[in-house]
């Protein structure tokens, strides 16, 4: 099952890409990599996903092990605030073997069970 995330800022106000306007931006997750520069823009890629329409909360489908969420913000033209405005969180899937299918673990910082929601704000 997937991994569901939830997604906020402070400080700042979440807004569909386009518009480069100060104050404002949009979420993007970055699997198993760090963080993005200031001022450079953030990849589109499987493992750079924008979230450009200003949504707060997405799913991901994650392979069974560890994995690093890094969540950046990011300007109206997708570049980055750098490191002041990312968060990073590690979490493990474990495979349900019952039902073949994914299911949540812990993160470094905390264990859940069942069904896990990962909430990071920058």
């Given amino acids: ?3 569901k995330v939830k997604m906020g800022v402070e400080g700042m106000t979440v807004q569909p890409a386009g518009e480069l306007k100060e104050g404002t931006g949009h979420h993007h997750i970055i699997i198993d990599k ?3 520069a200031e001022g450079q823009a953030v990849p589109a890629d499987e493992q750079h996903i924008h979230y ?3 949504q ?3 799913e991901l489908e994650l392979t069974p092990g560890k994995h690093s969420l890094t969540l950046q913000f990011a300007n109206g033209l ?3 605030y750098g490191e002041v405005m990312a968060s990073t969180i590690t ?3 474990e495979a349900n073997e019952e039902h073949g299918s994914e299911d949540h673990g812990s993160e470094d910082h905390g264990s859940e069970e ?3 929601e990962k909430e990071a704000e920058h």
């Fill in 1 to 3: 099952s997937p991994v």
């Fill in 34 to 36: 760090g963080g993005i």
């Fill in 52 to 54: 450009g329409k200003g």
């Fill in 56 to 58: 707060t909360e997405t």
């Fill in 78 to 80: 997708h570049q980055s």
């Fill in 91 to 93: 979490i493990t899937v």
């Fill in 114 to 116: 069942g069904h896990s």
